[in-house]
Every structure is written in C-alpha cells, then in structure tokens.
C-alpha cells in the first residue's frame, strides 16, 4: 500500500470511526463570544456583575457542554471514542510534492473530542469557571476602575485559545491556539501595562515563547514535508507506512526515517521548552507572576504551561518512533525538575515558590512523556492542575488578607485567621510533596517508577540518572512546600508588628491593589535582606503594613478568611487534589488504571517507546515505600526547621555556614543575570551597533546619494536654464532681430525698393571704377 492509499484509507477509517456533531464548535466560541460582548460593550457598562455573568456564564456553559459531550464519549465503543465537527475550508494547500510524489490536501476548521482532547477541556472549562469564579472577588478592586471588563475578557480569550488547542483537528488549528495563549500571556501578564515591570514581564514570556515557536515551526514545516497532510489522524494512519521505508529524502539529504522522526521530535520540543518553561527557556514563567494572581493559576494550572505536553502527547506517534528525541524529553525534564526545585528553597515571595515550584512538576511531567509513559505525564498534568491551582488561588487569598503582602517572612499564624484557605492549601501541599493516598503521590511515583523501570531492564544508566535527579527533585519539593506553609500559617502573624525573633523584613508589598506589584522586581534586595535577616539575627526590621489602616474585598481590620467566591474556588481544587489520584491507581496496588486505559486507544501501539520487559512487583512496592520515606523526612526536616524552632534558628546557622551556597539559591544561580550578560546585552549592543550603522552609514549614504542627486540636479537645472536654455533663446533672439532686418527691407514700399536699387548701382559702379 502506497503512502497516498494509507492515507486515503486511513481518512476513511476515521470518518468511518467517528461521530458527527453540530454543536461541538459551541465549547471554544462560547468563551469567544464572552470575550466579544464583554471587550465590546464592558466600558460602557455601569454594572460589573453583567460583566461577571457574562464571563462566567460563557465558560460555564462551555464546561456543561464538554461535560455532556464527554459521556457521549463515554457511550461510544472504546475504539471509536471520537466526535468531530468541520466547520469550513481553512486553507486549500494545493499540490504539494511531499517524499517524491505530488499530495493535495485542504485544512479544516475542525474540531476533533477524543479521549484525550476531551480530558484536557474538562481541565481546561473546569478549572477556568473555577478560577474564573474566583477573580469575581479577588479583582473588586479593578471593579472600580474600568479595568474589570477587560481582565474577563482577556480570561475569556485565553480560555477560547485554549480550547482550539486542544480540540483542533490538525496541527494548524493546534498551532492557531498555540500562539493564542501566548498573545493572551502577554496581555494578561503584562494586565497592568502602565507598569514598567509588568510590561517588561508580558515582552519577555512573549519574546521567550516566540524563540521556542521558531523551533515548534521547523518541525511543524517538517511535518508536511514528510506526511504531506496536517489532520492528526491521518498522520497516525500514514506514519506505520512511512516508518517502514528503507529511506527517506528530503533537502537533498538522505537519512532512515527514524532520523526525520527524532529531528521534527526536537524541533517540536523546543516550542514546547518554552510554552512549559523548561530548560533553559523557563525563565519567563517566574517573572509571570507580575500579573494578577488569577493569571498565575489560569497559566500554571489549566492552560498554558500544559500545552507542550499536549502536544507531545497528541504526536505520541512521532515521538515513538524517535527515541533519540524521546531521551532529549526525559534528560530535560529531569534536569528542569531538579534545577528549579532547587531554586523553590531560598524563595520567600509565596508566589514565586510556587512558580519554580510548576517549572518543576512540569519537568516531571516531561520525564513520563520521556520514559514513553505518555499517560503517567498526562495524569501529572490533571492532579498538578488541581493542587497547584489549589495553591496559587490560595496564596492569593493569603496576599489579599494581608493587604498585598507576599513576603513569606512578613506573614505567619494565619491558620487561626484563614482555617479553609489554611486547610486547602494543606491538603494540597500534601498532594504536591507525594504523600499518600493524595493524588500527586500516585501520579509522581508512576513517573518515578516508569523511568527506573527502564534503567531496571539494562537500558543504560541514563534511566537511573534521570530516576536519581527526579528523587532529589521531589526531596526538594516536600521540602519547600512544607516551608511555605510553616512561613506562611505556622507560628504568630508578624503583619502587627508582633515581631520577637525579628524574622520580618521592610515589606516591598504596593498598595492601590497591586497585589503583584512585587512579582518581577525587587529581587536583588530581598536577597540582601534574606541575608541580612539570617546573618544578624538581632536585626529588627518593620513590620509589614498596618493592616487597621486597610482592607481588601472587605477585610477591613487584619487578616481574615476571604469571601465566599474566593475560598469556595480553593476548597474544591483542594478535594479534587485529594480524590485525583484515584482515577489511575496502579494494579500493583489493587487498581484499575482508568486514565490509563482511557487514553489508550490513542497512544500509538505499534511499538513501545523504549522495549523492555517489566520489571517485578515487589521492586516498585520497594520504591513507593522509598518514595513515601524520602518525602515524609523532606518534610520532617522542613517542619524541624521552621516549625518545631519559630526563631528558624536553625535555617539561619545553615545559611551562615554556607552563605555562597544559600546566594547562589537564593539569586536562582543568577541565570537572568547570566542571560542578561551573555545574550540580551549583547544584543542590545548590537542592535545598538547595527542602528549606528543605519543611521549614519546606511542612512548616510542614502542621504547623501540624495543630496548629490539634489545638487546635480540643481546644476542640470542651472545648465538648462543659463546655457542650453540661453543659447536656445540666443539663436532665437539673432533671428528675431535678423528678420527684423529682413522685414525692414521686404516692407513692400516701392521708394525703399528704388532707394535700395540705387544703392546697388552706386556700389556696383563704384566697382568697376575702382577696376
């Protein structure tokens, strides 16, 4: 069977296995039109809550539909799990010779719910109503500037751009939402734009981002080179056929497929460095935080950030047959859950933990998609999504009680003021450092236990390396989760001033509602202050704001528990991180695996990512019970640190005996300083240099070719005027006055004739007389 007929057979075999549907394009417009009404007409509305039922109606309804679609999935028989809806001709590629031969293919507008798109819109309208819902509260203070209406809308459009993410049929509708949710980073990040620092941090996830595209576009073009078609099932249908060439040529180069395969599998996962921030393009989903707290659980949690992972998943087909690429995933993702972990430990702005803390679990995830382990990463997506959302919604319920504060050192004691955002954030803090039977212990260990697995069956120390670096990575992770919420709940509130170890420091927190305004600056000097605070323990610094002075969404005197729409949000993240992990629970300990077994019929069969055998029950019995010792003593060693000692006497000898090591930590090993260094200022000097040199000498040549042609022509102009025109008009003159002459002589009277004639005969006789 030729390429052309697999396609064609496989494009019938899709139809065939399909469900039509009319209203499945009603899931992502519905947001869209949220994002019309709301961006047209919120201006001039007088009442916000019209704006509120608008955004969250939209969504809402979205979720409702996706879920309704999803038990249509439900009833279908397992290997026709698919609904799909073409709703028009996007582009009509023509004739394209793709591997030798002439492929004609069109791309539709189309959405496709399978297994795993319809997994990732529940996430996606699940979680976004809920975040959605807790904005209502947490924005009051927007409410009243005429800034309201366009947070909802911006929300309401990166839902949108999510979900064509994830529902679109080919790679170009992926792409279309691709970009989306980095144009909508940009405008939510940077959602405060008269701010420098919140500007600076939207054109730098956006700048990012677009160097990761550059590479997401390589493979992309790659792909249509070798499949010659775009529709994702159509790929799947062709790429068995296409594995099995002896060679394949493209650009004069002539390689096996698996080379294709593991070149379009990097390209591909440079785009998704930097939509999930790993290594070494993660550096702008910390500075992230600049945007309203909203937007950092919108982005960590349900949207964004997932969308790599996604895609690697949705092209399992591609990364399958490329195992070079597939050990790039696993080597990077170890690497990034490690490194930023780390980097989670010296952090005391609360939201900026928990941003190392999601580029870290994002490496996890990014280790399962490299073990082959397609649904141990994607079920980390689902269980991430509800602890970290858990967490960032209530780190905003802490900032807003404590009037904009985000210093950890600055807060304290607030379980007795805050008891549902205390115990959510509880549960999920649990969930995240992997205890069991809480969902982020079972979706981990999975991971974990997939990549040790392959070192267990001979497949090189490489495995047990990346097993050992995700070890220390989830060590890290209980570890500073712990930290934070003994900072943040334990102890007394050290907002009022009540202050007897002096742990405080000067609070940089701003007041008129930024919240964030301390996200993506300032750094420098709480690591100054870090130090100062640990070095000299005797150092008093001032409390944080007087809280009797202020109030947010109605805490009028000192901390206290948030509004309803804002502590229901966290609560319910925080049960779905408890309950989460029982969906896939493993058969070694009596489960059924039913994520697993839902998204399998879309991982491609025909090969296992890496071969092997598995390995015996009892060594994975052996490492749960490392992992869940390994994590309880990262947190006994966090909770005898900071809670059993609330002077963190301890903490601080151990930064005076390694105060290098605690600055390198704390200053996250100066990679934005080393990127400053080495790559923006070099640029900008030579951006610099390169205006120079259009300014003066290419402009300067430009101009002064103009200005010598403006002179030639002024002295063509002066030459034509002066000479040839003066000539012109000379000779013209000469015969104007010589026909005067002539006219004088011809004038027609008979005397001058006469007179004339005489004339002649006296200067002819004259003549003669003279000869």
Avoid at 756 to 765: D, E, I, Y
């Amino acid at each position: 069977m030729s390429i052309e007929q697999a396609a064609s057979h496989m494009i019938g075999a899709t139809s065939a296995a399909s469900t039509g549907s009319g209203i499945l394009w009603l899931i992502p417009f519905l947001p869209f039109f949220g994002f019309l009404i709301n961006g047209l007409t919120g201006r001039r509305l007088k009442n916000t809550k019209v704006v509120d039922a608008i955004a969250l109606g939209s969504v809402g309804i979205s979720f409702l539909l996706t879920v309704y679609f999803f038990f249509q999935l439900l009833a279908l028989p397992e290997n026709s799990r698919s609904i799909h809806q073409n709703l028009w001709t996007w582009f009509d590629l023509g004739g394209a010779r793709v591997l030798g031969g002439l492929s004609t293919t069109t791309v539709q507008w189309a959405y496709k719910f399978d297994a795993l798109s319809a997994a990732m819109a529940i996430l996606v309208t699940g979680a976004g109503f809920l975040i959605h819902l807790f904005s209502t509260g947490y924005m009051a203070e927007e409410r009243n500037d005429g800034r309201y209406y366009r947070f909802m809308a911006y929300m309401n459009l990166f839902v949108f751009s999510m979900l064509n993410l994830v529902l679109g049929a080919n790679i170009l509708m992926m792409f279309l939402g691709w970009e989306g949710v980095g144009l909508c980073s940009y405008l939510l990040i940077g959602f405060y734009f008269d701010r420098d620092y919140a500007a600076a941090a939207g054109k730098k996830a956006f700048v990012t981002n677009r160097v990761g595209d550059f590479g997401f576009m390589i493979g992309f073009f790659l792909l249509i080179m070798l499949f010659g078609n775009l529709d994702f099932d159509t790929m799947m249908g062709m790429v068995r056929g296409i594995s099995g060439m002896p060679s394949i040529t493209l650009f004069g180069h002539t390689a096996a497929p698996t080379f294709w395969f593991n070149l379009i599998g990097c390209c591909l996962f440079v785009g998704a460095i930097g939509k999930s921030a790993q290594i070494p393009l993660y550096v702008w989903l910390p500075d992230a935080m600049a945007g309203p707290t909203p937007v950092s659980a919108l982005i960590h949690a349900a949207t964004m950030v997932t969308s790599g992972l996604y895609m690697i998943t949705r092209l399992n087909f591609i990364y399958v047959l490329a195992p070079g690429a597939l050990s790039l995933v696993l080597f990077v993702g170890a690497l990034t859950a490690l490194f930023a972990a780390t980097m989670g430990l010296a952090q005391y702005d609360i939201k900026k933990v928990l941003a190392y803390s999601t580029v870290s679990q994002l490496g996890f995830m990014f280790m399962g998609l490299g073990a082959g382990a397609f649904s141990a990463g994607m079920f980390h997506v689902f269980t991430h999504a509800a602890f970290k959302a858990c967490l960032f919604l209530g780190s905003g319920s802490v900032i807003a009680a404590c009037h904009h504060e985000q210093d950890m050192r600055n807060m304290g004691g607030l379980r007795k003021y805050m008891p549902w955002t205390f115990a959510s954030m509880g549960l999920a803090t649990l969930a995240i450092a992997g205890v069991p039977p809480f969902s982020g212990f079972f979706s981990k260990d999975e991971i974990l236990w997939k990549v040790f697995e392959h070192g267990w069956n001979g497949q090189g120390w490489f495995y047990y390396l990346c097993w050992g670096l995700g070890m220390l990575a989830a060590f890290c992770t209980a570890f500073y989760m712990v930290r934070l919420m003994a900072m943040t709940f334990f102890g007394e509130f050290r907002g009022a001033g009540n202050d007897p170890f002096g742990l405080t420091v000067p609070s940089e927190a701003h007041h008129g509602g930024d919240d964030d305004a301390h996200g993506a600056h300032g750094h420098a000097a709480h690591g100054d202050a870090l130090a100062d605070a640990h070095t000299n323990p005797g150092l008093h610094v001032h409390a944080a704001d007087d809280l009797t002075d202020h109030g947010h969404a109605g805490q009028a005197h000192g901390p206290s528990e948030v509004p309803w729409n804002m502590w229901v949000p966290v609560f319910i993240f925080a049960v779905l991180a408890v309950v989460l992990g029982f969906l896939n629970l493993p058969p070694s300990l009596k489960g059924s695996e039913h994520f697993s077994k839902w998204l399998e019929p879309l991982l491609y069969q025909a090969a296992a990512a890496h071969g092997g055998h598995h390995a015996a029950e009892s060594i994975e019995y052996w490492l749960m019970g490392f992992a869940i010792v390994w994590a309880l003593s990262a947190m006994g060693l966090a909770w005898w640190m900071y809670i059993s000692d609330p002077s963190w006497s301890r903490a601080k000898a151990f930064v005076a005996r390694f105060p290098q090591l605690f600055e390198w930590v704390n200053a996250k090993y100066y990679v934005d300083e080393f990127y400053d260094a080495m790559v923006i200022n070099p640029i900008k000097q030579l951006s610099a240099q390169l205006w120079s040199l259009d300014n003066w000498v290419i402009d300067g040549m430009v101009n002064g070719a103009a200005r010598f042609t403006v002179m030639l022509a002024s002295a063509s102009d002066w030459f034509d005027a002066k000479v040839v025109d003066g000539l012109v008009n000379a000779v013209a003159w000469g015969l104007q006055q010589g026909s005067m002459g002539f006219k004088a002589l011809q004038s027609g009277r008979v005397q001058n004739y006469a007179f004339v004639m005489m004339l002649g005969f006296l200067a002819f006789a004259f003549w003669k007389f003279l000869a």
